[in-house]
Nanobody
Framework: QVQLVESGGGLVQPGGSLRLSCVAS????????IGWFRQAPGKEREGVSC????VYADSVKDRFTISGDNAKNTVFLQMNNLKPEDTAVYYC???????????????????WGKGILVNVSS
């Protein structure tokens, strides 16, 4: 059974930083692809970053960095210079086969965390 558990979200002022973590159990980096998606209020879910590559959405390039700790089956998302438009629920997601992660195709991801709220506000 695969479980993805996110942590590290919260309230931050514009220009601030947060680091999200996703601990995976039942899934290792060798099993497939893992990455981050987000869903802002009233908007569709969108891809943020995929660990393979890595790949970043244009809206977060040069501000967000994805990294991983193989030994701990944990993937991180360092988010710097946060903007109000980054406010969203952030989800960790994984897939065993295919390239949904690389192309931010959320319907193709096999496993999802429950999500964690990032609120960028002054």
């Amino acid at each position: 059974q695969v479980q993805l558990v996110e942590s590290g979200g919260g309230l931050v002022q514009p220009g601030g930083s947060l680091r999200l973590s996703c601990v995976a159990s039942g899934f290792t980096f060798n099993d497939g692809h893992i990455g981050w998606f987000r869903q802002a209020p009233g908007k569709e879910r969108e891809g943020v970053s995929c660990f393979t590559g890595p790949v970043y959405a244009d809206s977060v390039k040069d501000r967000f960095t994805i990294s991983g700790d193989n030994a701990k089956n944990t993937v991180f998302l360092q988010m710097n210079n946060l903007k109000p438009e980054d406010t969203a629920v952030y989800y960790c997601a994984a897939e065993r086969r295919g390239s949904s992660c690389l192309f931010f195709y959320d319907s193709g991801m096999d496993y999802w965390g429950k999500g964690i709220l990032v609120n960028v506000s002054s």
